[in-house]
């Protein structure tokens, strides 16, 4: 498993524009990052869906944007709010993003 405190915890994972969470391609964190999707339920169609309703805006924006932008907007999902939280899905969001 994945455990979400580990510092590059992200890397073992991919999204897709739909709002699927994926393992990596990477074959040394394919086991973890399978596995935890699979114990942790990250896949279930409501967790799809509103990972899907969250990158909308991102994709509706996403071709249209400067390099310069898009680095924005990575910064600014990678910090937290005046609460200390992050916004819902900041990780599927950042990939999309970075790639």
């Known amino acids: 498993m994945v455990s979400p405190i580990n510092a590059n915890c ?5 999204y897709t524009d739909d709002g699927q969470i994926l393992a990596t ?7 973890a990052a399978e596995t935890t999707i699979d114990k942790l339920g990250l896949n279930i169609d409501k967790l799809k869906d509103l990972r899907a309703k969250a990158l909308e805006p991102i994709l509706e924006i996403i071709n249209t944007i400067t ?3 898009r680095q924005d907007l990575i910064l600014g999902f990678s910090e937290t709010d005046s609460k200390g ?8 969001i950042i990939y999309l993003l970075k790639n």
């Open 67 to 69: 390099e310069e932008d």
């Open 85 to 92: 939280y992050y916004e819902e899905f900041c990780a599927a």
């Open 10 to 14: 992200e890397d073992f994972f991919k």
């Open 25 to 31: 391609n990477n074959s040394k964190k394919q086991l």
